[in-house]
């Protein structure tokens, strides 16, 4: 069984910084693309960013490119979201994925996390 869990999210102000995190167990997937994604209320799951299996290739939503950083460890079954100059319309519940391939549509992602909250205040 396969297990994703994110951490880092909270209550920030414009311009911070914040650095989420998925750590995965019960079955490692060193050999699976990562994705965050994001959701606001009322609105559908949006993908942020994906990283390839072994780092080598990223991909970004063009809302978040130039101020978001995904990358992974795989010793370390962890992957991360840097976020920089995070600007009101980033507030949303961030989910962590896992899939075969680097997709932007959430059905390609197999396995997912519960979500971690993100709120970035004016």
């Known amino acids: 069984q396969v297990q994703l869990l994110e951490s880092g999210g909270r209550l920030v102000q414009v311009g911070d910084s914040l650095r989420l995190s998925c750590a995965t167990s019960?079955?490692?997937?060193?050999?699976?693309?990562m994705a965050w994604f994001r959701q606001a209320p009322a609105k559908g799951r949006e993908f942020v960013a994906a990283i390839r299996w072994n780092g080598g290739r990223t991909l970004y939503s063009d809302s978040v490119k130039d101020r978001f950083t995904i990358s992974r460890d795989n010793a370390k079954n962890t992957v991360w979201l840097q976020m920089n100059n995070l600007e009101p319309e980033d507030t949303a519940t961030y989910y962590c994925?896992?899939?075969?391939?680097?997709?932007?549509?959430?059905?390609?992602?197999?396995?997912w996390g519960r979500g971690t909250q993100v709120t970035v205040s004016s």
């Open positions: 994925a896992a899939g075969a391939y680097m997709r932007y549509n959430p059905g390609d992602y197999a396995y």
């Open positions: 019960g079955r490692t997937l060193n050999e699976a693309a």
